[in-house]
């Protein structure tokens, strides 16, 4: 047990006669490290884009809400009477009538 862990520590498992499968071996796992660490960093970023994007969102959902609510006041009937009432415009005494128009039927 003793030999087999010193034999490890010093790397004869690297020039010994079987050492091609030991080295094809290394070569394939320091692969799937590199894929993974590459696919944790990806995952990562992404994780922050989201978080971006949701920050983003809420601020525009509160720009909206905030010029909806304006448009609402401005297209009120005292709003519009009061700026039509600046420009000595107002509004009409006789309401207005509805003008029928009868069709031919053949």
């Not at 990806?42 to 601020?59: G, Y």
């Amino acid at each position: 047990m003793k030999n087999g862990i010193l034999d490890i520590l010093k790397g004869k498992f690297l020039v010994s006669d079987d050492a091609p499968k030991n080295w094809l071996f290394i070569i394939f796992i320091s692969f799937l490290a590199t894929v993974m660490i590459g696919s944790s960093h990806s995952a990562d970023r992404k994780v922050h884009q989201i978080a971006a994007l949701n920050e983003e969102v809420k601020e525009l959902r509160s720009h909206f809400i905030d010029v909806h609510k304006d448009v609402q006041r401005l297209k009120l009937e005292s709003t519009i009477t009061d700026s039509v009432q600046k420009k000595e415009m107002y509004p009409s005494e006789v309401p207005p009538s509805k003008i029928r128009v009868k069709s031919e039927v053949e």
